[in-house]
């Protein structure tokens, strides 16, 4: 088997309806079964990762960890690593950070036509691709014409009904992109993108700005189409596959992670366990990594809706371990992109800091609505308290701090002091 810095490794894909298309499954489960692990470390990455960048991101976090593991004399070969990879997605005028592949060329480089392109990949459907076609042209030639600001929205409509449904109606924030007011909607997105990109002049007025608009709403349709489709991804891909890891070795211990969206896909896998699973607690530790979804989405209601709960509610039981959450002030992704896009087609008397609350994520401020301590990023050999199926929200201001706009400090997570974080979590080492 492959291996990442000595840790044996495997790698599985998933399509938007969590159908496995890469990777044996079969083979993984019977070779980790057959490996002798004490420990299966389970990475998914975020919805603005390509193929390469996710592998590059497994890569460079794994070799952190193998590096702590064997400076603490953990025998490599005990501790598997599983990378997850699922369709998701990166406008190419936005720097993800990794400092690996991928990176963003300027957007004064790339055309409208050309971001919409990148699209296609992601939107494999025949209908989905004649509407990417149809959103190129018009953003090209920008008529002067409601009637195609209209198409253009209707043309969204269909890249929406590319994917199943999500395994929640949580948020359902994609609706009033698609069924306001096609030039009210794009208005209003042309005033939420300066803020999204860190500053700068909202655009000119007119058509102008409306087309503008039009071009971030697409941008922020296809945010709500990945992060519906994370969670498909790991409620009816990841969890059942993890259910059959646990039943070919029933001492192996699983720990979680995820970034950004990736945070999404382990968190729902905990959902798509089988019930055989789930009364054993295979799952020995969660760690969400600058996670880009509700930083209410583990509480049992609602702070601004007490007749609802979070969509996860109570899944932090199937967790036999810590659940480790980092947030930074220094992620403008989760700080300022999610919440203008989960807020983007709501009209509100609440005010905006009020709002941002409501619609924030777990990078951006932990765990709310749940019983959680609070502790500093923190050294390699350094304690934490952690209690098992206790939330801890790890401020990383001190070190998950590089990063520029949009997406600030979102990727900023390749440090020693995470991997150790997340290895103490797991019980893999001590301090």
């Not at 603005?48 to 590059?56: H, S």
């Not at 995470?418 to 019980?427: E, F, H, R, T, Y």
Request: contains cysteine; charged residues 20%; aromatic residues 6%.
């Amino acid at each position: 088997m492959p291996k990442i810095a000595g840790l044996p490794h495997w790698e599985v894909g998933f399509d938007a309806a969590g159908k496995l298309t890469s990777g044996d499954g079969d083979e993984v489960v019977s070779e980790a079964a057959a490996a002798g692990l004490t420990d299966l470390l389970v990475f998914s990455h975020g919805w603005n990762n390509d193929t390469n960048v996710a592998r590059g991101l497994y890569e460079r976090f794994f070799t952190l960890v193998a590096e702590i593991l064997t400076d603490r004399g953990v025998d490599l070969d005990k501790v598997g690593t599983l990378g997850v990879l699922w369709p998701s997605m990166r406008w190419p005028d936005e720097d993800i950070g990794t400092g690996r592949g991928g990176a963003a060329s300027a957007a004064g480089q790339i055309s409208d036509a050309e971001l919409v392109d990148a699209l296609r990949d992601t939107f494999p459907g025949a209908a989905q691709q004649q509407a990417l076609g149809e959103l190129a042209r018009l953003l090209k030639e920008r008529p002067e014409d409601p009637g195609a600001l209209g198409a253009f929205q209707t043309h969204m409509r269909t890249l929406s009904e590319a994917d199943p449904p999500s395994p929640t109606g949580e948020d359902g924030g994609e609706n009033a992109l698609l069924d306001d007011d096609a030039e009210a909607v794009f208005d209003r997105m042309a005033a939420a993108a300066p803020a999204r990109r860190g500053g700068g002049a909202a655009g000119l007025g007119g058509f102008s700005r409306l087309w503008n608009g039009a071009k971030e709403a697409l941008r922020q349709l296809t945010y709500w189409q990945m992060k519906a489709r994370a969670g498909v991804v790991g409620q009816t891909g990841l969890g059942p596959l993890l259910g059959r890891l646990h039943a070919a070795g029933p001492d192996l211990r699983i720990h979680l992670l995820g970034h950004s969206f990736g945070g999404r896909v382990v968190a729902f896998s905990l959902a798509g366990l089988p019930d055989s699973a789930v009364r054993d607690t295979p799952i020995a530790s969660l760690s969400l990594i600058q996670a880009a979804f509700s930083h209410f989405a583990f509480a049992d209601e609602l702070p601004h809706d007490r007749k609802r709960s979070g969509a996860l509610a109570g899944m932090q039981q199937r967790v036999g371990g810590p659940i480790l959450v980092t947030h930074t002030l220094r992620d403008s992704a989760v700080g300022t992109a999610y919440p203008l896009a989960s807020l983007a087609g709501r009209q509100d008397a609440a005010g905006a800091d009020d709002l941002m609350f409501r619609w924030g994520a777990l990078g951006h401020d932990g765990a709310q609505g749940v019983p959680a301590d609070a502790a500093p990023l923190r050294a390699v050999g350094s304690a934490y308290e952690l209690g098992p199926g206790r939330f801890c929200n790890l401020d990383g201001n001190k070190v998950i701090v590089n990063g520029g706009p949009p997406a600030g400090a979102h990727s900023d997570i390749f440090h020693p002091e995470l991997a150790w974080a997340v290895l103490i979590a797991g019980g893999l080492v001590q301090p």
